[in-house]
């Protein structure tokens, strides 16, 4: 079972990549953490046996930046190598070009229709989950 973190504060979209994750038969186990500090802490004390198997990522977060928060993954040795999915509502050229620079495997626009969100994420879960199983890094464009 892949233990899934999302850093997000809309409830919707948390219940939307839920929806996604049962549609694409990935099995998981879902963590949601509501802002930019929260996610630190729970980051910091993840160990070996709490290390997420997958991140997907809001970069609008409250009280803390998630391409900070990305940064921070990044740096960490046992977070270093978890999938990274950027979800965010920014289509900014800058902000997916920086996302990819802090080491974002994948750079998602979160998509407006139900079923074009539910396709987009749930591929990209198992895509990702795949390329984490298989020892390789995956990077998506």
Not at 29 to 36: K, S
Request: no cysteine; glycine share 8%.
């Amino acid at each position: 079972m892949a233990r899934v973190l999302i850093v997000e504060d809309h409830a919707p979209d948390v219940y939307l990549v839920k929806e996604a994750l049962r549609a694409s038969g990935v099995p998981f186990e879902l963590t949601q953490i509501n802002d930019g500090n929260a996610a630190r802490v729970y980051l910091i004390d993840a160990t070996s046996g709490g290390v997420p198997d997958l991140i997907f990522l809001d970069i609008n977060l409250p009280k803390a930046d998630g391409l900070e928060i990305l940064r921070m993954i990044r740096s960490w040795p046992h977070l270093a190598q978890v999938p990274v999915a950027v979800l965010t509502s920014s289509n900014s050229p800058e902000d997916r070009e920086k996302a990819y620079r802090l080491g974002a495997n994948l750079y998602i626009t979160k998509p407006t229709g139900l079923s074009e969100f539910l396709a987009t994420v749930g591929g990209a879960a198992k895509q990702l989950l795949g390329a984490a199983e298989s020892g390789g890094s995956a990077r998506l464009s």
